[in-house]
């Protein structure tokens, strides 16, 4: 008789342990500006609990497991580039499905690109990291002969789907007024030029 309560006690605090295991947060993170996995690492940690953080992965989604059924949870996003955004999220009694669009601050974007061309002052942007590379006699001829300047954020660069935008403005309007020849004289660090 012993033994049947010990082993029925194990069961249930096996099918307790179970259930419990099943209450979490399973989430995606886009940009607002493009829709899709912002163009970063991005970290999600849980304010106010004892819970580990976690990465997402390479589409931007992200599991946190093992929380308490029917309570708030206050996520604090984070992604290079953007700037930390927090988010709420109250679990069910099972999975619960979250979408948490990220917002940049984008000095550069497709509207700064029309309106940098317009002006007279284009820019292709680059990313130099902590190390970036000079202009060369080329690069500066490049530069003079398309009226457009190389513009190297060095290791601050906004958010990169900001650059993305703004590239991608300039490189149609280069293409319209120039055909597609200039493409083979640009620098090939031009960010999303490929």
Same mark, same amino acid.
């Given at each position: +008789?012993? $033994?049947? !309560?010990?082993?029925?006690?194990?069961? +249930?605090?096996?099918?307790?342990?179970?259930?419990?295991?099943?209450?979490?947060?399973?989430?995606?993170?886009? *940009?607002?500006? =493009?829709? +899709? &996995? #912002?163009?970063?690492?991005?970290?999600? /940690?849980?304010? !106010? *609990?004892?819970? #580990?953080? =976690?990465?997402?992965?390479?589409?931007?989604?992200?599991?946190?497991?093992?929380?308490?059924?029917?309570?708030?949870?206050?996520?604090?996003?984070?992604?290079?580039?953007?700037?930390?955004?927090?988010?709420? @999220?109250?679990?069910?009694?099972?999975?619960?499905?979250?979408?948490?669009?990220?917002? @940049?601050?984008?000095?550069?974007?497709?509207?700064?690109?029309?309106?940098?061309?317009?002006?007279? !002052?284009? %820019?292709?942007?680059?990313?130099? *990291?902590?190390?970036?590379?000079?202009?060369? !006699? @080329?690069?500066?001829?490049?530069?003079?002969?398309?009226?457009? /300047?190389?513009?190297?954020?060095?290791?601050?660069?906004? @958010? +990169?789907?900001?650059? %993305? $935008?703004?590239?991608?403005?300039?490189?149609?309007?280069?293409? /319209? %007024?120039?055909?597609?020849?200039?493409? &083979?004289?640009?620098?090939?660090?031009?960010?999303?030029?490929?």
């Amino acid at each position: +008789m012993n $033994l049947k !309560k010990e082993i029925l006690t194990l069961i +249930m605090i096996m099918t307790c342990g179970l259930i419990s295991a099943q209450v979490e947060i399973r989430g995606t993170v886009l *940009s607002e500006l =493009t829709g +899709m &996995k #912002p163009e970063a690492d991005i970290y999600i /940690e849980v304010l !106010k *609990s004892r819970h #580990p953080g =976690t990465m997402a992965d390479s589409l931007g989604k992200f599991r946190l497991e093992y929380l308490e059924p029917n309570k708030e949870y206050l996520l604090k996003i984070s992604a290079f580039g953007f700037p930390t955004q927090e988010f709420e @999220a109250i679990t069910n009694t099972g999975i619960t499905n979250e979408l948490f669009l990220l917002k @940049a601050e984008c000095e550069f974007d497709a509207e700064k690109a029309d309106s940098d061309w317009k002006n007279g !002052k284009p %820019k292709l942007l680059l990313f130099g *990291s902590i190390a970036p590379v000079a202009n060369t !006699k @080329a690069d500066e001829r490049f530069e003079r002969n398309y009226k457009i /300047e190389y513009y190297d954020f060095g290791c601050t660069p906004p @958010a +990169m789907d900001c650059l %993305k $935008l703004y590239n991608e403005r300039i490189f149609e309007l280069m293409d /319209e %007024k120039y055909g597609k020849e200039w493409r &083979k004289k640009v620098r090939p660090d031009v960010e999303y030029l490929n």
